[in-house]
């Protein structure tokens, strides 16, 4: 309504929420998320179905008009959308027959949203010039500009579901990362704590839903996405070196699935997370230097496996 704010109190107890069912346990929580997803997918369903009629071929001309620059300064921003398909492997230890269920998740996730994302943004960008789209909400302001003022409501209340959605997959991956780094010594054992009657990691469940809910009170939603984009761009690429190495230094750990085509697509993968990096403000590259000397000035000393031990607590429960 054009009045400033200072505090985003909605954020905040949407966050707060969320903290809340996530600490009940995982059943709750996934029944929460299907709803959300399906809410969401019949929203963008309605938003495609709606906008093909009103598409103007002369918006996609040119087809790329900032070039490689502007697709590549794009693509670092829009990562933000494929964030989240790593929490999955943090269910593993609360999943059934992870060996075949997580590649089937992770994988045939990916290929599905990309596929929403593609024909969403194909839409939204013919109904008006991309140019019109810079908005909180683009979707529903290209329906408002195409005269569609019921359909933009619903699409806007679609993306408030939709945010709800990803806050609660990363609050749900976030604690148990926490915790698997706090069994192997990696963070203080306090954070290995499970509850005795809901049987989730609630220790680092509240502790994570603190510092989300600082974060959405506070702070900008744009150095946010920058934030989180650079830091996970990171994780990405050290993952893609990490399975390289240890397919060549432990070559006789069971691997149920197999990452085919190494090292190509281990070198490929971690190229690609370092070059999308340049496309964001660099000046976020100082938390993960304050990571990284936290890791080697305490947590890797600590180290649990790193000195052959197994990890002591449970795991929480499915």
Not at 85 to 94: L, P
Not at 113 to 128: D, H, K, P, Q
Not at 141 to 169: H, M, N, Y
Request: hydrophobic share 55%; charged share 10%.
């Amino acid at each position: 309504f054009g009045v400033p704010i200072l505090l985003n109190l909605p954020a905040f107890a949407i966050v707060m929420a969320i903290t809340c069912l996530l600490y009940i346990g995982v059943r709750e929580s996934a029944r929460a998320n299907n709803i959300m997803v399906l809410v969401k997918l019949l929203v963008l369903g309605m938003f495609v179905i709606i906008g093909l009629f009103h598409i103007n071929p002369a918006n996609y001309k040119p087809f790329a008009p900032n070039g490689w620059a502007g697709i590549h300064q794009g693509a670092a921003i829009v990562f933000f959308a494929y964030i989240g398909f790593d929490a999955i492997s943090t269910a593993a230890e609360e999943t059934k027959n992870p060996q075949r269920n997580m590649p089937i998740g992770i994988l045939g996730g990916l290929a599905i949203c990309t596929l929403i994302y593609v024909i969403v943004g194909a839409v939204a960008t013919g109904i008006v010039p991309f140019m019109q789209l810079k908005a909180a909400d683009p979707l529903s302001r290209a329906l408002q500009l195409a005269k569609l003022p019921a359909a933009s409501w619903i699409v806007a209340f679609g993306a408030v579901v939709s945010l709800t959605a990803v806050l609660l997959v990363f609050q749900y991956g976030q604690p148990r990362i926490f915790f698997a780094m706090a069994r192997d010594g990696l963070l203080p054992q306090w954070a290995a704590k499970v509850h005795p009657r809901f049987r989730t990691p609630h220790v680092t469940t509240v502790v994570t839903g603190l510092f989300v809910g600082a974060g959405a009170l506070y702070f900008d939603e744009n150095e946010i996405y920058d934030l989180t984009n650079i830091g996970t761009l990171a994780a990405f690429a050290i993952v893609c070196v990490g399975v390289l190495v240890l397919r060549y230094s432990d070559p006789e750990r069971p691997r149920p699935f197999r990452v085919p085509a190494l090292p190509l697509v281990a070198i490929a993968g971690a190229a690609a997370c370092l070059y999308t990096m340049k496309g964001l403000r660099q000046r976020f590259a100082v938390w993960l230097i304050i990571g990284l000397a936290i890791y080697f000035l305490y947590s890797f000393r600590h180290s649990t496996l790193r000195r052959g031990a197994p990890p002591q607590p449970a795991a929480p429960d499915h």
